[in-house]
C-alpha cells in the first residue's frame, strides 16, 4: 500500500486578549474577612517537593532541534508515518499509524472548527498520536500554540500545590455558600457558617470543577510563590522540551494579599492569568500518571539519510520530578472523579450508565468563553487526562491524552467526547496488543 500524505491541521487559535466570563472584579480587602487566612506574618515559605525545570537556554531545556521538522505536513504510511527534512533526508516518527488517522477521521466526523488532539505513551514519552484540524483547511501545528486559556485544567496545578503543602487529600471536606460555576466573588471567599452548607470532598470538587471549592481552599491555604512554584514544575512560564519548538505558557500569579487577593483566587480556580498548549496539557496528565515523574515527550524515533543510512535515533528521554509520587496519587485520584461523577460522567458512559472506555480513566475537564479577534465568541473546551488510571495487570500499557476543541456559540461536541472516542480506539478487545506490552 502505497503512502498517503496526510496534512495535520491545526487551530489557529487567535492571539491577544479575550473577555473572560468571570463577573465583576470588586476590590478585596482581607482584613475584613473573617477566618479565610491566617496573619501574612505567620506564613512561612514552605519547602515544595518538587524539582525546578530546567530554565531557558541551559542543555537539558533545549530540543535536538531536528531544523526544518515540520509536523503539520507528515506522511501516513501503512505501517509508518515519516516527515521530510532538508537534504533528502526523513524523520520517522513515533506515531502509530492506526490511532494518527483516527484522530483525524474524529477530528472532521463530528465537523469542529477548530481542534487539536495529542495522546502520549506514558510510560516511554513516545507520541502516538499528534493531529490538528482547521475547518478552512489550512495547516499549523496547534499542539505546541500556547494561546489557548488553561481554564480549569489550571485545577491540577492548585490540588497538587493544596496536597503538597497543606496535606490535603481526595477526602478532603469543604464547604461554601454556593456553586460558582461562572464566576467567583468576593463573598465566595468568606467563611461563614450560616451560609456555607454545600459541602463536597476535594475528589468530588475536582471531578464536578467546582470553582468555588477551589478559590477559597487557594486564597486560605495558598501564597503566590507556592501556586507559581508548583506551576513552573508543571512546564509554566518556559519552553517545553520538545523535537520542535514549544510556545511557553502563560504564567502570571496575582499575589494573595490586598486587593488582588480575590484576582488570586480566580487564577487558581482557573478562570485567568494561565495558558498551556495541548503538549504540555498531555505532559502534566502523563506526569500525574507516572507518580509524579515528568517525562520528555518526543516524535521521532530516528532520522535517516537519503541514502537510508541511519543519522539519528532517540535515547532514553530526560525525566524529572514535578511532584511527590504521595501527591501524583491523590491528585490521579481526585482526576477519577471528572469521569465517574463529574463533568465527563455522560461523555464517557451510555443511557445505561455503562462505561463507554472498557479501562478506568482519570481526567479534567476546562471550558473557558473567550474573545476573539473575529465577531463571534469562541468556546474552548479542553480534555486531559490518562488511562488506565489505575493498573489492570501488570505491564499494561497507559496512555495520556490532551484534546483541545475551539468552538462557535453553536457546537455540536466538546473535548471529553473526542478523548473517550481516542480512549475507545486505543483500548478496543481488537486491538489489545497495542494497548498492552
Request: with cysteine; aromatic share 6%; charged share 20%.
Amino acid at each position: 500500500m502505497s503512502s498517503a500524505s496526510v496534512s495535520l491541521r491545526s487551530a489557529a487559535v487567535a492571539a491577544g486578549a479575550f473577555a473572560l466570563v468571570v463577573g465583576s472584579v470588586g476590590a478585596l480587602h482581607l482584613a475584613k474577612l473573617r477566618g479565610i487566612r491566617r496573619a501574612q506574618a505567620a506564613v512561612e515559605p514552605v519547602a515544595m517537593k518538587v524539582a525546578p525545570r530546567a530554565q531557558e537556554g541551559s542543555p537539558s531545556s533545549a530540543t535536538p532541534p531536528f531544523a526544518g521538522l515540520d509536523l503539520a505536513h507528515v506522511t501516513v504510511g501503512a505501517t509508518e508515518a515519516t516527515a521530510a527534512l532538508p537534504r533528502e533526508r526523513t524523520a520517522h516518527l513515533t506515531l502509530d499509524v492506526r490511532l494518527q488517522r483516527a484522530a483525524l477521521a474524529i477530528m472532521k466526523r463530528h465537523h469542529l472548527p477548530e481542534a487539536t488532539i495529542v495522546m502520549m505513551d506514558a510510560d516511554t514519552g513516545a507520541i502516538l498520536a499528534y493531529a490538528s484540524h482547521l475547518a478552512s483547511g489550512a495547516a499549523r501545528d496547534l499542539a505546541v500554540e500556547a494561546t489557548a486559556p488553561s481554564a480549569s485544567v489550571f485545577k491540577i496545578v492548585t490540588a497538587t500545590a493544596l496536597v503538597e503543602k497543606e496535606g490535603l487529600g481526595p477526602d478532603t471536606r469543604a464547604c461554601f455558600p454556593r456553586s460558582a460555576s461562572q464566576r467567583i466573588v468576593t463573598s465566595d471567599l468568606v467563611v461563614d457558617p450560616l451560609r456555607d452548607r454545600w459541602c463536597m470532598s476535594l475528589a468530588t470538587a475536582m471531578g464536578k470543577s467546582e470553582n468555588a471549592v477551589f478559590a477559597r481552599l487557594a486564597q486560605e491555604k495558598l501564597d503566590e510563590p507556592t501556586l507559581e512554584a508548583t506551576a513552573r514544575a508543571f512546564g509554566y512560564g518556559a519552553p517545553i522540551a520538545f523535537d520542535v519548538p514549544v510556545q511557553p505558557g502563560k504564567l502570571q500569579i496575582p499575589a494573595n494579599s490586598g486587593d488582588s487577593a480575590l484576582a488570586f483566587a480566580r487564577t487558581a480556580a482557573g478562570f485567568w492569568n494561565t495558558t498551556l498548549s495541548p503538549l504540555q496539557a498531555a505532559e502534566m496528565s502523563a506526569t500525574v500518571a507516572r507518580g509524579g515523574e515528568s517525562i520528555r515527550p518526543h516524535v521521532v524515533a530516528r532520522i535517516t539519510s537519503a541514502t537510508g543510512a541511519v543519522e539519528y535515533e532517540a535515547s532514553a528521554p530526560e525525566t524529572h520530578r514535578a511532584m511527590s509520587e504521595d501527591a501524583a496519587r491523590a491528585v490521579g485520584a481526585m482526576m477519577e472523579h471528572t469521569v465517574t461523577e463529574g463533568t465527563s460522567y455522560r461523555a464517557f458512559h451510555d443511557a445505561h450508565h455503562a462505561a463507554f472506555v472498557p479501562v478506568p480513566v482519570a481526567g479534567k475537564t476546562g471550558t473557558l468563553t473567550g474573545d476573539a479577534t473575529g465577531p463571534e465568541p469562541r468556546l474552548y473546551s479542553w480534555f486531559t487526562g490518562f488511562a488506565p488510571s489505575r493498573a489492570l495487570r501488570p505491564g499494561e500499557k497507559r496512555v495520556a491524552i490532551a484534546v483541545l476543541v475551539v468552538n462557535k456559540p453553536r457546537w455540536h461536541v466538546k473535548a471529553n467526547v473526542v478523548a473517550r472516542e481516542m480512549l475507545r480506539e486505543v483500548y478496543r478487545p481488537e486491538h489489545a496488543a497495542v494497548a498492552s506490552r
